[in-house]
């Protein structure tokens, strides 16, 4: 599975839209784009994923580009209950589920009042 | 979304000792779980893959004797550190696809602080 790079931390204001960019340069076409969130002392939580077009969900948006090098999630308008660590990771999928999800280091996002 | 459980949620226990933690799949059937371990301000680490009626695949590194695993029903999987040391002290997660779905679901973690 390709490997993701993202930036350690952000900040966003509250009610403000957050975007959180990965870059994934050496997927492959029949990769995918999942996003997680982990909040702290949870277990994570899906968002969204993505192939190559762009998706929409009621949690957010996610932006590819169109030579799937890298991506973006937008949370429209954030809250404080969105503060969390964001992981962007790459795998084969869906209907491909043996497939691991390997985490990176994600990004710590602060949302503040 | 599919729900998946672990228990206990927080388990201290002395050296030596061993601790079994328990990931289940509350309303669906995995053939396949996963578990991973997550150091304090770390990301997660897998550390193996549950296969229900077979042995788990452990990934590099991660010694099998030390963290047996067991997946003996499709909505069940266990792992046990044995002889647990203070080094094993963890937050320790499962998660699991429900058998014809893409998204793996994670359980709410394990906190195991070994004294």
């Known amino acids: 599975d390709a490997k993701t790079t993202q930036p350690p931390s952000m900040d966003c204001a509250e009610g403000r839209a957050a975007n959180l960019p990965c870059n994934h340069s050496?997927?492959?076409?029949?990769?995918?784009v999942y996003w997680y969130r982990q909040i702290h002392s949870q277990g994570p939580q899906y968002i969204i994923h993505?192939?190559?077009n762009n998706e929409t969900n009621e949690m957010a948006s996610l932006i590819i580009t169109e030579d799937r090098k890298s991506s973006t999630l937008i949370l429209p308008h954030a809250t404080l209950r969105d503060t969390a660590v964001y992981y962007c990771i790459v795998r084969s999928g869906p209907y491909n589920p043996g497939g691991k999800l390997i985490f990176g280091q994600g990004t710590e996002l602060s949302v503040k009042p | 979304g599919a729900v998946v459980s672990q228990h206990p949620s927080r388990v201290i226990c002395k050296s030596g000792t061993s601790v079994k933690i328990e990931c289940r799949s509350l309303?669906?059937?995995?053939?396949?779980m996963f578990w991973y371990r997550q150091f304090p301000k770390q990301s997660l680490m897998l550390m193996a893959t549950s296969n229900e009626g077979s042995k788990a695949t452990y990934e590099q590194g991660v010694e099998k004797d030390k963290f047996l695993i067991n997946h003996a029903s499709l909505t069940l999987s266990t792992l046990t550190v044995t002889s647990a040391h203070p080094e094993d002290s963890s937050f320790y997660i499962c998660s699991a696809y429900p058998d014809r779905d893409n998204e793996q679901f994670f359980g709410p973690g394990t906190r195991l602080t070994v004294l």
């Open positions: 050496t997927i492959s076409g029949n990769e995918y």
């Open positions: 993505g192939l190559k």
């Open positions: 309303d669906f059937q995995a053939t396949t």
